[in-house]
Antibody
Framework: QLQLQESGPGLVKPSETLSLTCTVS??????????WGWIRQPPGTELEWLGN???????YYNPSLRSRVTISVDTSKNQFSLKLNSVTAADTAVYYC???????????????WGQGTLVTVSS | QSVLTQPPSVSGAPGQRVTISCTGS?????????VHWYQQLPGTAPKVFIY???NRPSGVPDRFSGSKSGTSASLVITGLQAEDEAVYYC????????????FGGGTKLTVL
């Protein structure tokens, strides 16, 4: 059974880069069955899709964040990562790693999800 | 403002039936993309409850059902139980702006 676990700093200073890693177990990041991705949720508010990556390296990013987001895969560690640069307080959120499961990701749903990790942007 | 519109809250007494709506547009639900529903309990990650408009994952009670018509979708919960109290999100794909996966703003279900 596929399981995901986020890790990374819980506190990031304004203007710096937020970096998180998702460790995959029960499956391979090199699999063509998944589109690995990140979703965030500011405290008390709604879910926001950040982006996805296919094993081939093809990426899909939220247009509103495209200039600041990078998602990559590390096959040697069976992990994928999120980098969000030039952060502000508005980037404070719980960050979830997840995956799309389908042969056509446009019709897919996010499952499973990691437990989430709170990242606070503050000096 | 969310691409998919949900009511902020709904409520019902135990045993009653409630409906949560999710309204989109011709670039997402109306374009034929599937709608999926998630349940989020406090302090936990969202969990898919309905996928592909109307399908329930194993373990989800058959009291939960989904449907889609035109540019909208609905989640219906019958025989409401206290354990159903949670926030529910709809999700789909939007083909505008080079494509995005989009969520509704979430609906807080309160069991009275």
């Amino acid at each position: 059974q596929l399981q995901l676990q986020e890790s990374g700093p819980g506190l990031v200073k304004p203007s710096e880069t937020l970096s998180l890693t998702c460790t995959v177990s029960g499956g391979s990041v090199s699999s063509s069955a998944y589109y690995w991705g990140w979703i965030r949720q500011p405290p008390g508010t709604e879910l926001e899709w950040l982006g996805n990556i296919f094993y081939s390296g093809t990426t899909y990013y939220n247009p509103s964040l495209r200039s600041r987001v990078t998602i990559s895969v590390d096959t040697s560690k069976n992990q994928f990562s999120l980098k969000l640069n030039s952060v502000t307080a508005a980037d404070t959120a719980v960050y979830y790693c997840t995956t799309l499961t389908s042969s056509d990701p446009r019709y897919s749903w996010f499952d499973p999800w990691g437990q989430g990790t709170l990242v606070t942007v503050s000096s | 403002q969310s691409v998919l519109t949900q009511p902020p809250s709904v409520s019902g007494a135990p045993g009653q039936r409630v409906t949560i709506s999710c309204t989109g547009s011709t670039s997402n639900i109306g374009a034929g993309y599937d709608v999926h529903w998630y349940q989020q309990l406090p302090g936990t990650a969202p969990k898919v409850f309905i996928y592909g408009n109307k399908n329930r994952p194993s373990g989800v009670p058959d009291r939960f059902s989904g449907s889609k018509s035109g540019t909208s979708a609905s989640l219906v919960i019958t025989g409401l139980q206290a354990e159903d109290e949670a926030v529910y999100y709809c999700q789909s794909y939007d083909s505008s702006l080079s494509g995005s996966w989009v969520f509704g703003g979430g609906t807080k279900l309160t069991v009275l």
